[in-house]
């Protein structure tokens, strides 16, 4: 069975940092591309950050700079590194695992439950 648990949310001032982790199990983790996603109250989750299976990061523009992803396969586990928070970073944080598979048109994919992460003025 795929499980991935996000932990590492709390609140934190701003301009504080948080490290979230996901660790993941039941897939050959090295072989998923992850990434990191976010919804806020009140709106559509969106995809913050994301890492291939070899190492290409990807970033969206209001975290460039502020935010690293990063991920070690041997304890198969992928980090989001949060610095310099501001209360628009307040939303539920989701990590997401997907592989493209021959037998399949859709790609594997499966998602954690979220960790809160919440930024005060």
Known sequence: Q????ESGGDLV???????LSCA?????????????HRQAPGKERE???SITSGGKTDYIDSVKGRFTISR???????FLQMNSLNPEDTAI???????????RTEPLNF????TQVTVSP
């Open 2 to 5: 795929v499980q991935l648990v």
């Open 13 to 19: 001032q701003l301009g504080g940092s948080l490290r």
């Open 24 to 36: 993941t199990s039941g897939l050959r983790f090295p072989l998923y591309d992850m990434s990191w």
């Open 47 to 49: 995809l913050v950050a």
């Open 72 to 78: 070690d396969n041997a304890k198969d586990t992928v």
């Open 93 to 103: 944080y989701y990590c997401k695992a997907e592989r493209l598979v021959s037998w």
């Open 111 to 114: 998602w954690g439950q979220g």
